[in-house]
């Protein structure tokens, strides 16, 4: 009995001429993260991949969470691949799905016949399959409304499939189709869902971190680290750029007034991700700031931080609330890993009374008294970065 697993493309089927691409960089990735488990065989035919593995061994649960967060998988099943044979259909239905069927009252089958050369018509499958364990399992009846176990027998160009309901996976396209984008990631519960929301819509993310010792610890920057650990699940391996930020903030401390100090410290940020950006080939910046959240992500100070990017900047929380947010953060798996109570370079130094309405006019007089360019090439030159994959 072989086993594989049939993966939906979703969104990908509407690319056109262009589908086979993304189908390509789907595969790609799921070979990529898969590379551990052993050889597998990637077919793709009318929508639908086909993964199927050639070692004995074969892990195929870990294979169906690895697929389940990969972006491009709009649902999958673990399917049975046989001939396109009625009595091998019908046996191989009631020996494949034997547990599930033993442990329901009630089932249907569907039948889906997309090689109009079989001899049976849809309808015909599902009587005669249906017959078949109605007779071999008493405890079932039908129930084609709302049944406990559905039974998908699927008749495609060169094999038969059967399975049961599919599971729902990631959406969106895949990852790297979309260019490359770099993630402000601070340690908190937004960034790393900023992250994961544009990574579905095909960015490949690399990450840049601002650490501020003494100020900030060593587990600060791990915590940073299991973050980008876990997205990766999603993202794919993640390029992590350290930036060592204690020399800008000390200087800001030092000599800005204290109520512009945060919008200062973000403009230094944003000044230094873009020369770094820029390096490593990433055509826009993305933040997990949501319009009105905390004093510096007011319309004012998102536009006084924006001033000083060179390239595009995507906020894709910028219309959620918390809960929405926490929400997102509760399904990839990031939200105990955010709240633990490591400070990042954000929290260092915050004024009491923050400008919330600030003029953009009003920096070039603040910032005058620092070299900013010495501080933002010096912070640049001395980043470190490593990859960071998955957990």
Known sequence: ?????????????????????????????????????????????????????????????????????????????????????????CKTAAEYLKNELEGAKTF???????????????????????????????????????????VVIEIRDKNAYI??????????????????????????IDSPVAGYMMAKRGLEITAIHFASPPYTSERALEKVKDLLRQMAQYCGRIKLYTVSFTEVQEQIRDRVREEYSTLVMRRFMMRIANKIAEKDGSLALITGESLGQVASQTLPAIC????????????????????????????????????QPFEDCCTVFTPKHPKTKPNLSDFEKVESVMDIDALVNKAAEETRYEYITAV
């Open 1 to 89: 009995m072989k086993e594989i697993i049939l993966i939906k493309n979703g969104e990908i089927a509407l690319k056109g001429l262009n589908r086979s691409t993304f189908e390509d960089a789907m595969i790609k990735n799921i070979r990529r993260r898969m590379a551990h488990l052993g050889k597998i065989e990637a077919r793709k035919a009318q929508s639908t991949v086909t993964i199927a593995p050639q070692d004995e061994f074969f892990d195929m649960d870990a294979a169906s969470d690895i697929v389940s967060k990969v972006f491009g998988v709009s649902a999958f099943c673990r399917a049975c691949e046989i001939e396109k044979d009625m009595s091998v259909i």
């Open 108 to 150: 249907k089958v569907i039948a889906k016949r997309s090689d109009k050369k079989f001899p049976l018509t849809s309808p015909e499958i599902c009587r005669e399959v249906g017959g078949y364990l109605l007779s071999k399992f008493h405890n079932l009846k039908v129930d084609v409304i709302d049944p406990e176990v559905t």
């Open 163 to 188: 399975h049961s309901a599919q599971t729902d996976g990631a959406g969106g396209i895949p990852t790297g189709t979309g260019g490359r984008a770099m993630l402000l990631i601070s340690g908190g």
């Open 304 to 339: 006084c931080t924006d001033a000083v990017s060179q390239m595009p900047v995507f906020r894709p929380l910028i219309g959620m609330d918390k809960e929405e947010i926490v929400a997102i953060s509760r399904k990839i798996d990031t939200f105990d890993i955010s709240v």
